[in-house]
Structure formats: structure tokens, C-alpha cells
């Protein structure tokens, strides 16, 4: 059972910015949650991740480009993505888990996943 959903994909052009948005049940709102990517053919990627504290860590892949924040009152975490470049193409995923969140956004780290919202980035 799907418990979080994600959106706000799409397409753009080199250079460009996307917001994704990821819906969360209540119960969440103490949960560790995070983002991820998997482009074909690689191993899906942790790119950020924001603690029930408001810690946040950063793949160094997305640091200083991406930033991931959240309204609890909204229920919804995002991800402000800036600069996006070719290579930033992927299906990208939210997911959460109820424990802290791990220095590393590790897949294995995550218990509840979402389908995925698509971004492609042409040069």
C-alpha cells in the first residue's frame, strides 16, 4: 500500500529548476523522510534527507543545487531543484522511515516508498 505520493515532475531544459512535492500521512510527521533517483540501468541514489529535528544531509552529487524541506501542516515534503543538467534526468522518489535519519541516504534506511514522478532534463 502506497503511503506516500509524489509530483511535480516533468521536463526542462538545461539550466532550470523543478519543485517536487511529496504527500505524507500524519502519522509521518515524525519520520525521517528523504528523496531519491534512479536513472535506467543504475542503482537507485540517495540525493537528501530532513530529520523529524530539521536535520537535513546531502548526496554531494546535489549539494548546494538541490534542497529538501518540509510543511508539516501541509502534510508535504519537497524538493527544490536548481541548475538541473542532463545528468539529473531519473525517476525520483520519496520515502520514509519511522526511524532517525542515517548520515547516508542509504535505499536499505527506508520503509515506505512512493511510485515515482519523472524528470528529464534536455541539454
Known amino acids: 500500500q502506497m503511503q506516500v505520493m509524489e509530483s511535480g515532475g516533468g521536463s526542462v531544459q538545461s539550466g532550470g529548476s523543478l519543485r517536487l512535492s511529496c504527500v505524507f500521512p500524519?502519522?509521518?510527521?515524525?519520520?525521517?523522510m528523504a528523496w531519491f533517483r534512479q536513472a535506467p540501468g543504475q542503482e537507485r541514489e540517495g540525493l537528501a534527507s530532513?530529520?523529524?529535528?530539521?536535520?537535513?544531509n546531502y548526496a554531494d552529487s546535489v549539494k548546494g543545487r538541490f534542497t529538501i524541506s518540509q510543511d508539516k501542516a501541509e502534510h508535504t515534503l519537497y524538493l527544490q531543484m536548481n541548475n538541473l543538467q542532463p545528468e539529473d534526468t531519473a525517476m525520483y522518489y520519496c520515502?520514509?522511515?519511522?526511524?532517525?535519519?542515517?548520515?547516508?541516504?542509504?535505499?536499505?534506511?527506508?520503509?515506505?516508498w512512493g511510485q515515482g514522478t519523472q524528470v528529464t532534463v534536455s541539454s
Open positions: 520515502a520514509a522511515t519511522p526511524y532517525i535519519c542515517l548520515d547516508q541516504v542509504e535505499v536499505t534506511a527506508f520503509n515506505y
Open positions: 500524519d502519522s509521518y510527521s515524525s519520520y525521517c
Open positions: 530532513r530529520d523529524q529535528d530539521g536535520t537535513r
